[in-house]
């Protein structure tokens, strides 16, 4: 029988590109140098894997690709600690470790038919990507989407040049707001709680997917409620203190779950007893 290999030996993968996708946040396509490895790195959206940058440290990182797509491995990173430094500094043609994928996936069969709406605030985006790119190309098994991005400022949203095609994709629309915005700046400035009871979506036979800081998940949540969504309707992602991602070192656990392997994908229902600020 063919030996697994070990998951905690990260792959040898070497970046592609790197585009800036804000001025603090790069877009990464990583490829694995093994091509056994690229056929065995089979993931959904949803999932995560860690990226070493070597003789710095791993930092798990959720999958920003659609993997239909077949356009090598995504992660949009944003600079905020040792290891995302490190990655930053990192220029096409760089190696990198891969360690992954990890956890479970958005349950995009049982999306089929619904209405799905998409709440992403600044890099919170990041996992919402591939669900978006899922449903846009396989537009007809879903009901209407709708995409509320949200940022600080303009200059802070991520995924701009996909815009144009996710607002043109049949039943769906794009809603942009900022806290702040510019001299040319024409669309809302307004918190995202505020434009989830502007645009007063039904709860009827739809799904809200939520993804941003805890603050904006918090008061969207609320807003998601009065409008007569349930717990079971309202998913979102969880970021923890990953350390192995194997469910083994339990430093990410919330309740009895581990977010590595039971998460990071979840329902309301399922944590907002555990988890304080929801
Ligand atoms: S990261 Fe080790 S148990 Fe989840």
């Known amino acids: 029988m063919e030996q697994k290999p070990n998951p905690f030996i990260p792959y040898m993968a070497t970046i592609r590109s790197v585009a800036d996708l804000t001025s603090d946040v790069k877009l ?21 894997a860690f990226i070493s940058a070597y003789g710095i ?28 430094y490190a990655l930053h ?18 349950p995009m069969d049982d999306y089929k038919g619904k209405n799905i709406i998409i709440i992403g605030g600044g890099i919170g985006m990041a996992p919402l990507h591939p669900v978006i790119n899922t449903i846009v190309d396989h537009r007809d098994d879903y009901g209407d989407l709708l995409i ?38 024409k669309g809302r400035v ?8 502007d645009l007063n979506p039904s709860p009827k036979n739809a799904i809200a997917i939520i993804c941003g800081p805890p603050i904006m998940i918090h008061f969207t949540l609320i807003k998601l409620k009065d409008l007569g969504f349930a717990n079971d309707q309202i998913v979102t992602t969880l970021e923890g203190k ?37």
């Not at 991520?158 to 806290?179: A, C, I, Q, R």
């Not at 307004?190 to 009871?197: E, Q, S």
Request: with cysteine; charged share 25%; glycine share 10%.
């Open 57 to 84: 440290g791993e930092a798990p990182f959720c999958l920003t690709s659609a993997a239909h797509r077949k356009a090598g491995i995504e992660f949009a990173i944003r600079a905020v600690g040792t290891v995302t």
């Open 28 to 48: 990464f396509n990583v490829e694995l140098d093994d091509s056994a490895a690229r056929d065995d790195f089979d993931y959904q959206a949803g999932q995560f």
């Open 190 to 197: 307004a918190l995202i709680p505020d434009v989830v009871v």
């Open 242 to 278: 990953m350390k192995c991602g194997l469910g083994k070192c339990g430093r990410c656990n919330v309740g009895e779950n581990y977010i590595c392997v039971d998460g990071p994908v979840f329902t309301f229902e399922q944590i907002s007893q555990f988890i304080e600020q929801f």
């Open 89 to 106: 500094e990192l220029e096409e043609g760089a190696k990198v470790g891969i360690r992954g994928p990890f956890g479970n996936r958005f």
């Open 148 to 185: 509320i991005n949200g940022a600080r400022s303009p200059q802070d949203l991520v995924f701009t040049d996909e815009f144009d095609v996710w607002g043109k994709t049949p039943n769906s629309k794009v809603e942009l707001t900022v806290d702040q915005g510019d001299d040319n700046w």
